[in-house]
């Protein structure tokens, strides 16, 4: 089986540092100058497969790169890339076969990680066979680097060292897979997943078959429901109205640019803190919230496709939140990646209507939403995005779940979710501050807040 061992890693040098970030630049190039190749073959042909992104001349770029990635990295980006651009394919056919439902959001072809003047996304890949890892006391990692990084470092065998950070998840493998690497940008941290194979007897993990579903949205970032009858709500609103007051300044400071000019060093700083902000609250909440499900034996995760949302009602204020602050797909492959280092599926199903319908009496005409409570005229009165997220896990187990446990509510403090005090209380114990909560409006709206 597959599991994935996530770490920190750290240079033993200033040298050791400036090469590592050399090396992740130059990937992050590569990886541009292929996807760039192979974007405009793709934007040029009228066939539905796209086969002319194949035709790109990626030996080329390989060898431009071969002396500071070596030969083996410059390989293993291009065939990462490779992978990524049958994948879109693969998600492509499947968005426009109407019996398939896994892909609900029209798919994109893959992406450019930053240029130059605006800064790179720091990532890269190491092959399979050109990097060890020891673990013990002193962990360590040792990687291939091109002959023009060698003569910069100090590492015997013309291999860069670093330090490792932490312990593995699973030590005792089989085998390895190719190395990714990452710089975060929020705790200023070198990063590096190392996929493994494991024999299935080395599962040390209370999975059994349990499921949870997710209800997305920006108000409250993530309500989650159990079969084990637990409950998580993670409160967004503090995050997303910090993102909104960045997004006015950066629309401030762009007014007063001159004629012609359309950005400026400071707009991009704002544009990479407001980026970095939302990313590192969603990794963490990924991780927090995965942990605990891990705990509780869950094996599937189910989690609602956006088409649902933006068909059931559109609004600017809707995608505001949940295209641009909340970004649904970049959050949805987040989750999935890290639910694979748990051994946890993730699985996109319809959740079309969940928003609106009653646990009680099944109606979806009846029911009204007032902030964070839904109401109905047969007598109910819960939160609204946990009872929509009790209603998809319904839908897709096909059966009752137990009892709802009160529900664990968290808030972000711009390094962790910690738990709310008195956050077991029910809706009905406990009121929202009016003065954090925006309006949406009823139920009508269809709004997943």
């Known amino acids: 089986m597959k599991r994935a061992n996530t770490f920190a890693v750290r240079p033993l040098s200033d040298d050791g540092k400036q090469v590592l970030r050399d090396l992740l630049d130059a990937c992050a190039a590569l990886w541009n100058e292929i996807n760039y190749e ?33 030969a083996s990295t410059a390989q293993t980006v291009r065939r ?15 968005y426009h076969d109407e ?30 066979d050109a990097y060890t890892i020891e673990w013990g006391d002193r962990s360590r990692l040792e990687m291939v680097v091109g002959k023009e990084l060698r003569d910069r470092h100090n590492s015997p065998k013309s291999r860069l060292r670093l330090e490792i950070v932490g312990d593995p998840n699973w030590p005792d493998y089989e085998d390895q897979s190719r190395l990714e690497l990452w710089y975060d940008e929020t705790d200023n941290t070198f990063r590096a997943s190392q996929p493994v194979t494991v024999s299935d007897d080395a599962r040390d993990t209370p999975l059994a078959d349990e499921k949870a579903a997710l209800d997305i949205g920006a108000n409250n970032l993530v309500a989650c429901t159990t079969t084990t009858g637990e409950q998580y709500l993670y409160e967004g609103r503090e995050l997303f109205q910090r993102f909104r007051e960045t997004t006015r300044e950066i629309a401030r400071l762009q007014s007063k640019l001159e004629e012609g000019r359309y950005s400026s060093e400071r707009i991009r700083r704002l544009y990479r803190k407001r980026t970095r902000r939302r990313d590192h609250a969603q990794e963490a909440l990924c991780r927090d919230l995965l942990e605990r499900l891990y705990a509780e034996g869950v094996d599937t995760v189910y989690i609602g496709g956006l088409t649902d949302v933006l068909e059931t009602h559109w609004s600017v204020e809707t995608n505001a939140k949940t295209h641009n602050f909340w970004a649904f797909k970049q ?34 005409g009846r029911t ?24 998809f ?20 403090d711009d390094h962790e979710w910690s738990e709310l005090p008195r956050s077991h209380e029910s809706p009905k114990e406990q009121r929202t501050d009016p003065s ?7 139920i009508a709206s269809g709004e997943s807040a």
């Open 99 to 128: 019996s398939n439902t896994s892909v609900t959001e029209h798919p994109e072809p893959p992406g450019f990680r930053g240029n130059e003047d605006d800064g790179r996304v720091l990532k890269g890949v190491v092959r399979k």
């Open 436 to 442: 954090t909560v925006h309006r949406d409006g009823n």
């Open 80 to 94: 990462a890339n490779s992978e990524a651009w049958r994948g879109f394919f693969e998600s492509k056919k499947a």
């Open 331 to 364: 959050f949805t492959e987040r989750l999935a990646c890290t639910a694979e280092e748990y051994g946890i599926s993730v699985e996109v199903r319809s959740e079309a209507w969940t928003s609106q319908e009653c646990p009680q009496c099944g109606s979806t």
């Open 38 to 70: 192979r974007l405009m073959r793709y934007n040029d042909e009228d066939g539905f497969e796209g086969e002319d992104v194949w035709d790109a001349d990626t030996g080329r770029l390989e060898g431009k790169y071969k002396a500071v990635l070596g």
């Open 368 to 391: 009204t939403r007032h902030q964070d409570t839904l109401t109905c005229q047969c007598g109910f009165e819960g939160h609204a995005d946990l009872t929509a997220s009790e209603t």
């Open 393 to 412: 896990l319904k839908r897709q187990i096909k059966q009752a779940v137990r009892p709802m446990a009160r529900p664990v509510r968290f808030e972000w």
